[in-house]
């Protein structure tokens, strides 16, 4: 029996394969667009996963103000922050935060599915999210990419 063909194989930086791929929020519902989206960054669609490894793809989502919430969502759902000031406490609605840059809703949404250290803060620069059609990576070639074929 040949041991070496059972060593488990643990992507690095130089063996890793990344590329561009482009994703329409077009009548996406939020959650399950960032939690898609959160797949694509980290790579978990890929065999060759590492979960200590930046391994996923670059994303670009396009069309982040075509993006659906159910039910009272607009209304219902807060996004607090905090000023470091006693009494500092500050919350919008999805309404108000859609209003100002719908491409922050998006953002937040996926960047709270990603790990809270300093991989997913280096995960998250990979992310691009675009009001409209027009980006400013044309020349990556990026690849359109069906959310509903992932799971």
């Not at 996406?28 to 060759?48: C, D, E, F, N, Y």
Request: aromatic share 6%.
């Amino acid at each position: 029996m040949n041991t070496l063909s059972y060593k488990t194989i643990s992507a690095n930086k130089s063996t890793r394969e990344k590329t561009w791929v482009l994703v329409d929020a077009d009548g996406q519902t939020l959650g399950r667009l960032a939690s898609r989206v959160a797949i694509l960054l980290r790579g978990k669609h890929k065999p060759s996963f590492t979960p200590h490894v930046d391994c996923g793809d670059n994303v670009i989502v396009i069309n982040a103000e075509k993006i659906k919430l159910s039910g009272n969502k607009w209304d219902d759902k807060t996004y607090i922050r905090y000023t470091g000031y006693p009494g500092g406490q500050r919350s919008l609605t999805a309404t108000e935060l859609f209003a100002k840059d719908p491409a922050r809703l998006v953002e937040k949404s996926i960047k709270g599915m990603l790990p809270k250290n300093k991989l997913g803060a280096s995960l998250f620069r990979n992310l691009s999210v675009v009001v409209g059609t027009s980006h400013a990576h044309e020349a990556q070639q990026p690849k359109t990419i069906n959310l509903n074929a992932i799971n």
